[in-house]
Nanobody, 123 residues
């Protein structure tokens, strides 16, 4: 079965950090662009960050630039999203998704999705 599995979410105080993981099962993640998306209550899902199949090509939305870092560990078949300086407005369910080759902010262009992990930044 082809699937993505997210982990690492939780409750953190504003200013804190979390690292999300997206592990591939039946998928070799190096063959896919991996995007991180999030959806807050009452809001549409939005792209956060993406890493393409081309080494070094990473993309961030302006609202996370300088705070979040996306990376791959090919040996573990896992993509990470390191989130620092978390703000209350970062609170959402975070999803990872896979599509061939290049990054794209349109969530409908992704073929595989994980189940999501809750991130809450609150005091």
């Amino acid at each position: 079965q082809l699937q993505l599995v997210e982990s690492g979410g939780g409750l953190v105080q504003p200013g804190g950090s979390l690292r999300l993981s997206c592990a591939g099962s039946g998928l070799i993640l190096d063959n896919y662009a991996i995007g991180w998306f999030r959806q807050a209550p009452g809001k549409e899902r939005e792209g956060v960050s993406c890493i393409s199949t081309i080494p070094g090509n990473t993309y961030y939305q302006e609202f996370v630039t300088g705070r979040f870092t996306i990376s791959r560990d090919s040996a573990k078949n896992t993509v990470y999203l390191q989130m620092n300086s978390l703000k209350p407005e970062d609170t959402a369910v975070y999803y990872c998704a896979a599509r061939p080759f290049n990054c794209n902010w349109r969530d409908s262009s992704y073929d595989y999705w994980g189940q999501g992990t809750q991130v809450t930044a609150s005091s």
